[in-house]
């Protein structure tokens, strides 16, 4: 007896450790892709040209993936999905640290409204000329939307569960986010000097600050372009990008719903069936985290702390999906995404431009 109850617990020792085992080397890989992700964005010249460590990591990922990658994969494989997919879910999950309700009492009901009539603005048409005028892969113009609409990058990587998109998709999506928040940088600190004379957005930085937060793609991407302009722009940016950041849970989740619906009205002559609908428990526990948050039990040390493993949590999830991208999917993909993200950033620009407009005016 005794020496099957040692038997078995052997076997549980050694099956734990084979399991785990494999994970090891995909893991150390994407760790060491993320931690040099994240030294060079310390860099001031990256800073200053929003280029984060996730972007960062996903570049780093693709220039390995379609070089020595190859000869790693079978070593390395089961880590590196499991980064990809289980590392991104628990880094969403821990993006609530970076937030608080107080935040959205910050920018008031004006910024909330903003953020909301930009974000289904946006991915409405990013789904009309997506797969009506482009003739895109849904799962695509969802995530070039959700990349648009929402946070970029961290948006497309969560929203990816939820559609089930491929690796390239994903990819095409967050190149598109790169490409266009990195002209953003650029180009808002020239609308700003345009609108002290056109008066269109109010004539403060802080009016202006709003209008970055809700239209530029990236966290990082909108602290370059408030920084440009000024502190006071800064600090309403990233208050408004974060209001609008919260409003990924109740997207995934509307998105998740109406998905499962579309699934069980094709799958039978066009009528409803029963099916089961994706719940994406991930995003119910990301705002949770965020209400915990802003209750202020934790010291600033420790949500330091958290935020920074969040960093490299989701910088190991982009590098994984840097890894298992090869260029030849992205070509595949041609112009078309490139030109729908294009119309989503013109509309951004003008069209968000507009309803902070609309909305500010409403509010004074």
């Avoid at 078995?8 to 020792?13: A, G, M, P």
């Avoid at 084979?18 to 892709?33: A, F, H, K, Q």
């Avoid at 990082?220 to 990233?238: F, W």
Wanted: aromatic content about 8%.
């Amino acid at each position: 007896m005794e020496y099957g109850m040692s038997s078995l617990s052997t076997s549980n020792t050694t099956s734990f450790s084979d399991r785990y085992g494999r994970l090891l080397p995909g893991l150390l890989l994407s760790g060491m892709i993320a931690w040099g992700a994240i030294q060079l964005g310390k860099l001031e010249w990256m800073q200053s040209h929003g280029m984060s460590a996730l972007t960062l990591a996903i570049m780093l990922g693709i220039v390995l993936g379609n070089s020595v990658y190859g000869r790693l994969a079978p070593a390395c494989g089961a880590g590196v999905t499991f980064s990809k997919q289980t590392l991104l879910r628990l880094g969403i999950i821990l993006y609530g640290f970076r937030l608080t309700f107080q935040d959205i009492g910050q920018v008031g009901l004006a910024g909330i409204a903003i953020d909301a009539l930009v974000l289904a603005s946006t991915f409405g048409l990013a789904m009309f000329l997506g797969t009506k005028v482009f003739k895109l892969d849904r799962n695509c113009a969802i995530l070039i939307g959700a990349g648009s609409s929402i946070c970029g990058a961290a948006a497309v990587m969560a929203t990816e569960p939820v559609v089930k998109g491929r690796s390239e998709d994903v990819t095409v999506a967050v190149s598109t986010v790169v490409v266009f928040g990195t002209i953003a940088i650029f180009l808002y600190p020239i609308l700003y000097q345009l609108n002290q004379g056109w008066q269109l957005l109010g004539a403060t930085p802080t009016a202006f600050g709003v209008y970055i937060g809700s239209t530029v793609h990236e966290v990082a991407q909108v602290v370059a372009a408030g920084k440009s302009i000024g502190q006071e722009a800064a600090n309403a940016a990233v208050i408004a990008k974060m209001v609008r950041v919260m409003m990924l849970a109740p997207f995934l989740v509307i998105l998740s719903a109406v998905l499962a619906r579309g699934k069980a009205q094709g799958g039978n002559g066009g009528h409803d069936k029963v099916t089961k609908l994706a719940i994406p428990w991930f995003a119910f526990i990301f705002i949770g985290v965020v209400a915990f948050n802003s209750l202020g039990l934790l010291p600033a040390g420790t949500v330091a702390t958290i935020t920074e493993l969040d960093t490299v949590l989701l910088a190991m999830a982009m590098a994984a999906l840097g890894l298992t991208t090869h260029m030849s999917a992205i070509r595949r993909a041609g112009i078309k995404p490139l030109l729908l993200a294009g119309l989503l950033f013109c509309w951004l620009i003008a069209g968000g431009a507009a309803i902070n407009h609309v909305v500010a005016s409403l509010f004074a």
